[in-house]
């Protein structure tokens, strides 16, 4: 069992149990036919009305220049680290209904949706993912040329993941720690706020 | 095959292909052990700071006074189908960090990450999850006094998926028709927007 791995109070699919987001990736390129079933993953995502309002911007490392400019648009510390991975991406969210222009109040969630199913599929390719939300979005509208009704949202840093001793010093801590976590019951209610399901009760959390 | 299952173009885990939004659930009620399971698999999401910003109203069918009251949160055309799911839950988010009471931009966006893998870990009990935007956010909030900084923002159909033909009839089509979805090239960009990553390109997707 990695040091990372989740310590599940009721048993969940090794897929998800095995995920977590490491500040260290080994020198090792994601083949680009996984990279199309990453997409693929993100791509069959549930979304309201199926509009489907992810985009990504990727840049892969043999891509030196694309890929700095993307490094570029992080927040400095999730350089420090991020520029490890072979792969990186910003998650986009089209913020109207294309069908009717109005307001999505799930564009964010619903990229939430996607990425998640990527990060799904990259686990079981052994690749890892760490999301971020330390991104400068400004920067990635400028750069990137993101038009109006588009928000860029997060990063993703994607690869093989690599020992703790890879990471920057002050991050090498946080890839060795355990992942706390809410009970099930401070977050799990039945009839009214903050009262927990009886099933999901201090017990068994 | 399931006429629903996705038909991707590039291959995916079985979990994520297999996973659709059924309009009928079977009677079955969802074992409480698998119940704990499944928000088990959400509370090991990543999220921005570890915030963990995900909370679930969650109603089983047994308890017809909570089921009701939950029902009734929903939007009148979500409940015309949902209401034959076992268990109905509500998707609200924290909308601050509890470490500094600052704005989470990505409070939904994570919450999107926990509903995920809730999905996922219910497709590996051969359950389906159904979500909706399609709530009464209002009408949750006093009806479970949420307080100030949650917002409610979804709700999941849980339970075993039934026969398009158990479907409500202004729904049965939908049980049955393929999931259209956007190729790759439209929403994975490279060196600017709109611009496909080449090994997304279209004769792939």
Same mark, same amino acid.
């Given at each position: ?5 989740a310590n599940p109070a ?7 149990s ?11 390129? &994601? ?8 997409? =693929? ?16 911007? &990727? ?91 588009? =928000? ?17 010093? =002050?991050?090498? =801590?946080?890839?060795?720690?355990p992942r706390p976590r809410n009970p099930l019951?401070a977050f &799990? ?8 399901? &009886? ?6 959390a």
């Amino acid at each position: 069992m990695h040091p990372k791995d989740a310590n599940p109070a009721h048993p969940i699919h090794d897929l998800l149990s095995t995920r977590w987001s490491p500040y260290a990736f080994s020198g090792r390129p &994601v083949e680009t036919t996984v990279l199309c079933s990453l997409f =693929e993953a993100a791509r069959w995502a549930a979304s309201s009305f199926n509009e489907q309002p992810w985009r990504y911007l &990727v840049a892969t490392k043999e891509d030196t220049d694309g890929y700095a400019k993307m490094l570029s648009c992080l927040v400095e510390a999730n350089q420090t680290w991020a520029k490890s991975a072979p792969v990186l991406a910003i998650g986009v969210a089209s913020l109207r209904f294309s069908r009717n222009d109005k307001p999505n109040k799930v564009a964010y969630h619903d990229l939430g949706l996607a990425s998640a199913n990527l990060t799904v599929e990259a686990g079981a390719h052994g690749l890892s993912v760490h999301q971020m939300a330390g991104i400068e979005p400004d920067e990635v509208r400028r750069v990137y040329s993101v038009p109006e009704g588009y =928000e860029p949202l997060t990063a993703l840093a994607i690869g093989y993941a690599a020992p703790a001793e890879e990471a920057p010093e =002050e991050f090498r =801590e946080r890839d060795l720690s355990p992942r706390p976590r809410n009970p099930l019951d401070a977050f &799990v209610f039945a009839d009214s706020w903050g009262e927990a399901a &009886v099933w999901a009760g201090r017990d068994s959390a």
